[in-house]
């Protein structure tokens, strides 16, 4: 059956017209080609071979805080066919090793330079072929002796809402995150702000993932967070909140009238039962008494969080000064 179907394949070649001159020309590039790569599998030339970064030896307590390379280029100049076999054809995973111990270690920071890896490279490199250099010649790495701390978490962004609705509430998770640092930049940490990010027009509640943003050289565990920024409807609410004097001279007592003030304010409908007068805390100080005036202003020494637009009246009350019969 082979045999018919190559004698049918034969018969139908023969009858395709070739033209003569493209297949001369196609012979003589088919012959170039050849003479080509055979002069060029002589010649000397340079080849760059990718190789597995690692670093052996090291001490348990050490934590890398920026990231080491993984690879390598390594530089090499051979004839062209030893070239061509260690790159393309050799089926194996090529890997160079630093030692610990041969590295530079100023401040806490590991620097492999151009002697290191030649150093480490001429241990493994094929025989056919001469080294000449690495990419990248010099690499350098931040690292921790174990020390780290907790440090808290500061969100860092602008977020603006729609008409009507506000930022109640922002919400980290985790609020703090372990902090692993050289020990020249270990004492000035106290906190990590996260990546800047504009949140715009927001018309309800979000949960975003973000990244720490942390000094070059540290490393935090985790190194994102999530935060949910907390957005609701706001409403107008009125309360009646007493006034209090402060810092009356024991034969002394300052009336005030009146006794109370109207406390208006933006609350979001989540929190509006939960704000009463109790969470407010206004005052008149003696010392802002004066003998030319009959008022004195009404201050704010406590508001609870996530209200806006506060506003009191009256913003100033009338007082009389007795004398205690005590």
């Known amino acids: 059956m082979v045999a018919d179907y190559t004698k049918v394949l034969l018969r139908r070649l023969r009858l395709v017209k070739v033209n003569r001159n493209l297949l001369v020309f196609l012979v003589f590039l088919a012959i170039s080609i050849v003479f080509w790569f055979m002069q060029s599998i002589k010649e000397m030339t340079e080849v760059s071979i ?30 062209g066919w030893d070239a061509f076999y260690y790159k393309f054809l050799l089926n194996e995973e090529h890997k160079v090793s630093v030692n610990f111990k041969d590295i530079k270690q100023p401040q806490g920071k590991i620097v492999i330079d151009a002697n290191i890896f030649r150093r480490a490279v001429m241990k493994i490199k ?11 010649s010099k690499v350098e790495v931040f690292y921790s002796n174990g020390r780290h701390k907790r440090v808290p978490v500061i969100f860092d962004g602008h977020v603006t809402t729609t008409n009507g609705r506000y930022l109640c509430g922002t919400h ?6 372990d902090v ?8 000035s940490i106290s906190s990590i702000n996260t990546e800047f990010k504009n949140f715009d027009a927001l018309e309800d509640t979000i949960v975003s993932r973000m990244a720490l943003f942390t000094p070059h050289g ?91 637009q506060l506003r009191i009246n009256p913003e100033y009350v009338e007082y009389i000064i007795e004398q205690s019969n005590e």
């Open 218 to 308: 540290t490393k935090t565990i985790p190194d994102s967070i999530s935060v949910e920024l907390c957005v609701d409807i706001f409403t107008d609410k009125t309360i009646q909140v007493p006034i209090y004097s402060e810092d009356v001279p024991n034969n002394k007592i300052l009336r005030i009238f009146p006794q109370k003030a109207t406390v208006t304010f933006l609350v979001s409908a989540t929190l509006y039962d939960e704000i009463n007068a109790d969470k407010f805390l206004l005052v008149v100080n003696y010392k802002d008494t004066k003998t030319d005036s009959k008022k004195c202003k009404v201050d704010i020494r406590q508001q609870p969080e996530n209200i806006h």
């Open 180 to 187: 692993y640092a050289p020990d020249n930049l270990y004492a």
């Open 126 to 136: 094929p025989k056919e072929l001469a080294y000449s250099s690495t990419t990248p």
């Open 50 to 79: 990718t190789y597995k970064l690692s670093i052996e030896n090291v001490p348990k307590n050490v934590i890398y805080t920026t990231d080491l390379p993984q690879e390598i280029n390594v530089n090499y100049v051979g004839r």
């Open 172 to 177: 980290l998770k985790p609020d703090s995150v």
